[in-house]
């Protein structure tokens, strides 16, 4: 018989499993383990953004910060609708973006509503969400900043999720969509917030200056793990 | 108690501290791991409504590998729209592997690092044109067509998506990959007019 233990520091045996027999084991790859040993819980929010003034091209509506923690994005689902009455000959496109803010500490956006994340599951971790914030504007426009506070830095938008034309009161018949940025069991690369840095839904215009009715609604939740 | 050592280094399996589970990494048969280390994970947008007619079979979007790695597709999202005058006729769009040529036109892409900490991409190129306008193709060579996307015409104010998931697999042999100095291309199939629209992104990574 032999115990199987650690081999730089031998204060770790190989636990075996009563019963099953099963040995213990991590998956890892070469940049680390496949399953976050250090999560601090999974959450999630949902956001919901109708338009009640005119959308415009480059609008900030919703976003979250992270904080010391690295936030994993794991799933983020979408539908883009409108319920307005226009003939605009234009579609409207919701993406993400990632953002930078040089100091993190001094609250990002005065305007906009506070939105608190809900953990997946009671239980999995007995500390608050670490996120900076999560704010938004229910009724659509652009978040702004703390006047004196350093600006904030918007990456160009990694992917757009949704869209709707205009030309049809009641919205386009499109099914919720899921941005599949995770979980994979090949461990990987997840869309990633480190401190100072956040995620960020925005409104793209083709042709950027048409002016839109309002009813444009975007509607969904956002799924992530701190680590 | 026994240490389990490499037989061809001095390297001892791990067996971490709390969870008292052994550290493993999972290879195929061939001894190639299913997870090689990557350079970096990246993203890019896909936008554009076309505000003209462009021709058949033009190359609106277009990303070509760099030539020293290469490139993992993970995930295709296309999302096709339409505003414009109803008609009797469907939009079409096609995903091809390119090589031999670079496009040029439009405008450049960036992609985007899902995480910060990666390297910048090692494209040689990424572009496309936010009005639809084809882009300049002279000596690519295009294989046949490997997925296709479009709405119907018929009223305006459709959209229709399709998601091409190469991730259904732990594996990573099914991803759709490009070699050093392949691409990847999104082409109208037939005519494009004015109204129709294609969103979405690609996701990759490269190694």
Partial sequence: MAIISDGQNRDAEL???????????????????????????????????????????????????????????????????TDGFGATATPLFVGLARFQCANPIVALSQAGTSEMPIITKQGFSSLPSDIKEIK????????????????????????????TPFTTRGGT????????????????????LHDGEGAALQVTIPGGA?????GATYRGFIEWEEV | MAVIKSGASADTLTIDA??????????????????????????????MRFTGTTAANSTVWALRNGATYSTYIRR????????????????????????TATPSGGASVTAIKKDTAFGGSTLADLRQDTTGAAL???????????????????????????????????????????APNEGLCIRNSIVAVVGDSLSGFVEWEER
Wanted: with cysteine; charged share 15%.
């Fill in chain 1, 136 to 163: 938004y504007l229910p009724g659509g426009g652009n978040l702004t900043n703390v006047a004196g506070t350093p600006s904030v830095v918007y990456e160009n938008v990694m992917g757009f999720i949704g869209s």
């Fill in chain 2, 18 to 47: 709390t969870s008292k589970a052994a550290r493993m990494t999972l290879y195929g048969p061939d001894g190639i791991a299913v997870r090689p280390t990557i350079q970096g994970a990246y993203m890019a947008p896909i936008n």
């Fill in chain 2, 136 to 178: 300049t193709v002279t000596s690519l060579v295009f294989e046949t067509a490997f997925a296709s996307a479009g709405v119907a015409r018929g009223a305006t104010g459709g959209t229709s998506q399709i998601m091409l998931d190469f991730t259904t697999s732990p594996e990573t042999r099914p991803f759709f990959v490009l």
């Fill in chain 1, 173 to 192: 018949p499109m099914p919720s969509h899921t941005l599949a940025l995770g979980p994979s069991f090949d461990g990987m690369p997840l869309l990633t």
């Fill in chain 2, 76 to 99: 295709i999202f296309l999302m096709a729209g339409f505003d414009g005058t109803a008609a009797g006729s469907t939009s079409q769009y096609e995903l091809r592997r390119f090589n």
């Fill in chain 1, 15 to 81: 636990r075996i499993q009563p019963g099953g027999g099963n040995g213990r084991v991590t998956l890892y790859n070469q940049e680390g383990p496949i399953v976050f040993n250090a999560s601090f819980g999974r959450r999630i929010t949902p956001f919901l953004i109708r338009c009640t003034g005119t959308p415009t091209d480059v609008d900030h509506s919703w976003l979250l910060r992270a904080g010391a923690r690295d936030v994993l994005i794991r799933r983020l689902a979408f539908a883009v609708q």
């Fill in chain 1, 210 to 214: 048409v002016t839109l009715a309002t």
